[in-house]
């Protein structure tokens, strides 16, 4: 596709329920970042992978929360138990493996996540 | 652990002023630096990458400077207009340890553009 794509943008879940958010990165794309930003401040790092390799999953506040990317393109973040303060916008971000570290990161629109 | 800070918090200015946006990172040792732009309810947009041996880059109305050993970088946009408003954001991909780079970013700085 022309850009990373999430879905659904917008997602409303009732407290204790499990959520799965989306993230289509653009095609060929070796490296996937998850991001969550809370309102008003900067995004925070949850995990990344490098094709279907989960490399990193240190920013992941708990173990309710699970990311996983099978076949090296689509991830899927679920997060399980919903609480209150998962209430933030999921970013998803790729780049190509041309640029390493220093490549430019690509992000998508987000998924907004409100918990009632 | 890479700590980003911008300043200011928020800025409001009339159209046509020239500004700037700062922002300062606490360990060096950083791949790149890259500015992006955050209109609400949406996405990051790219604006500027900087790589470590890089001093700056223009786009336009916009230039980013690079200063690696003080750990500061500015944003300056030139002429403002109000489609400039929006949260813009300084990410610097850091080494940290890892091969990949992760991406730790400031809090932002709201510009307001009023006509």
């Known amino acids: 596709g022309a850009g990373v794509s999430q879905s659904p943008r917008y997602k409303v879940a009732k407290r204790g329920q499990d959520v799965a958010l989306r993230c289509d990165p653009i095609?060929?794309?070796?490296?996937l970042f998850w991001y969550q930003q809370a309102l008003g401040q900067g995004p925070e790092f949850l995990t990344y992978?490098?094709?279907?390799?989960?490399?990193?999953k240190s920013g992941l506040p708990s173990d309710r929360f699970f990311a996983e990317r099978p076949e090296g393109s689509v991830s899927t973040l679920k997060i399980q138990r919903t609480q209150q303060e998962d209430s933030a916008v999921y970013l998803c971000a790729s780049s190509p493996l041309a640029g390493g570290p220093t490549g430019e990161l690509f992000f998508g629109e987000g998924s907004r996540l409100t918990v009632l | 652990k890479q700590e980003v800070t911008q300043i200011p918090a928020a800025l409001s200015v009339p159209e046509g002023e020239n500004l700037v946006l700062n922002c300062s990172f606490t360990d060096s040792a950083i791949y790149n630096l890259q500015w992006f732009r955050q209109d609400p309810g949406k996405g990051l947009t790219s604006l500027l990458l900087i790589q470590s041996s890089q001093r700056e880059q223009t786009s336009g109305r916009l230039n980013a400077s690079l200063d690696k050993s003080s750990g500061r970088s500015t944003l300056y946009i030139a002429a403002s207009q109000p489609g400039d408003s929006a949260t813009y954001l300084c990410?610097?991909?850091?080494?940290?340890?890892?091969?990949?780079?992760?991406?730790?970013f400031g809090q932002g700085t709201i510009l307001t553009v009023h006509p």
């Open positions: 095609s060929g794309h070796v490296s």
């Open positions: 992978f490098q094709n279907e390799a989960q490399l990193d």
């Open positions: 990410a610097v991909r850091d080494v940290g340890g890892t091969s990949y780079g992760k991406l730790t």
